[in-house]
């Protein structure tokens, strides 16, 4: 390969970049609006969860109970109802997703029993809300439930020893405050470089052939190599450039932590790169019109990355058969390693594995690339 040759070809692709506004919208709009839209709009944490009390007793001890929940960060007492058919038109219309009914002899048979029962109402059309409100819901009556049994111990005179609870000491590692938004923006950052990359270099070889200028290419002494290092290199760099502004919208603007180092995720991520361009430029080699390997190329990261990468939904909990699927999704090894570089703070060592797999992936869609484009009109 000649560098005079590289240059001018790297020239000509930049020149192509800067003169087509899609390919420019696609490389410093998309990321921006994928970045605040996904970022704001993705979130796994239940907080200001909607409930509806209907309170047949309406005494000291059930109004005590109501304030744990409205105390609750999780949970937000929206509407407090005085028949039963108040609530399921509540429930119906979905004015609150948990409805608590508390009985007209609660306190009575809290003091006599020191169980009392209080039922909770969920709607379970959005099955994983209604899950973790539940736990919420539940972790608030032991609360509750063991501050009655103490006091009422204490009231009859027992001591506290003999009444010893297990205690939990918990430590939270890597997410302290356990953000959802600390482990979807890094897969996010994942995402955006995967369908940005491919996006751009699906158009490189097929908008030569639409123009009608491959055959000048064709003709002119640059290898099939040169051409390929030529067309790839401008969008190296700019997916250089594209994920420094996501790390920068990531760490700056939505406070997700770094604990990393700048050289093991430039080093993944120039590993990744690698592997998304290399695809686009396969797409763009196998496909001559420009419509048709964007679509491929779409096809080919967005659906993989959102859905079968880790980004959002856990591998671990897949089917076993789609998890073996999984390792055959290059953005599932980028997003468990900007995840650890984040949050864990991992070196090169820690993710050998990860980067060993998306270096080997780099060499063979790279070599497929090359393979698959051959300076001939047919």
């Known amino acids: 390969m000649r560098a005079k040759r590289l240059l001018a070809i790297a020239r000509k692709e930049v020149l192509q970049i800067v003169r087509d506004p899609r390919s420019l919208m696609i490389a410093l709009l998309m990321p921006f609006l994928q970045m605040f839209l996904l970022g704001y709009g993705i979130s796994l944490d239940l907080k200001h969860v909607p409930v509806c009390v209907f309170d047949r007793e309406r005494s000291q001890t059930s109004e005590d109970l109501v304030a744990r929940f409205e105390a609750s960060a999780y949970f937000a007492v929206t509407r407090r109802l005085s028949q039963y058919a108040e609530l399921t038109d509540a429930i119906?219309?979905?004015?609150?997703?948990l409805a608590l009914v508390i009985p007209p002899d609660f306190s009575e048979r809290l003091a006599a029993d020191g169980t009392a029962p209080v039922q909770a109402i969920l709607d379970a059309t959005d099955t994983n809300t209604a899950t973790i409100a539940y736990g919420y819901a539940a972790n608030v009556l032991a609360r509750y439930s063991a501050?009655?049994?103490?006091?009422e111990r204490a009231r009859q005179g027992e001591t506290a020893s003999l009444f010893v609870p297990v205690e939990v000491d918990s430590r939270v590692w890597f997410n302290e405050d356990l953000e959802s938004r600390n482990f979807i923006i890094p897969g996010l950052v994942?995402?955006?470089?995967?369908?940005?990359?491919?996006q751009l270099t699906a158009l490189t070889i097929a908008r030569e052939w639409e123009r009608g200028t491959m055959e000048l290419l064709i003709s002119t002494p640059v290898t099939?190599?040169?051409l390929m290092v030529g067309k790839l290199a401008p969008y190296l760099v700019l997916g250089w450039a594209v994920s420094v502004l996501c790390l920068l919208l990531a760490v700056f603007w939505f406070a997700v932590p770094f604990r990393g180092t700048i050289g093991t995720i430039f080093v993944t991520t120039t590993l990744f790169l690698l592997v998304v361009i290399g695809i686009g430029?396969?797409?763009s080699a196998l496909i001559?019109?420009?419509?048709?390997a964007s679509q491929v190329a779409l096809i080919a990261t967005i659906l993989p990355a959102n859905l079968l990468s880790g980004y959002i939904f856990p591998i671990d909990q897949m089917p076993a058969a789609v998890q073996a699927i999984t390792y055959l999704v290059y953005t599932?090894?980028?997003v468990e390693i900007v995840k650890a570089v984040f949050l864990k703070g991992s070196g090169l060592a820690a993710l050998a594995l990860p980067v060993v797999f998306l270096a080997v992936y780099a060499a063979a869609v790279l070599a497929l690339a090359a393979l698959a484009f051959r300076k001939r009109l047919r």
């Open 147 to 151: 501050e009655i049994g103490e006091t």
């Open 92 to 97: 119906d219309r979905r004015a609150c997703v």
């Open 332 to 334: 599932r090894y980028y």
């Open 288 to 292: 001559r019109d420009q419509l048709g």
């Open 281 to 283: 430029y396969l797409v």
């Open 190 to 198: 994942a995402v955006i470089l995967a369908l940005v990359g491919a």
């Open 224 to 226: 099939a190599t040169e």
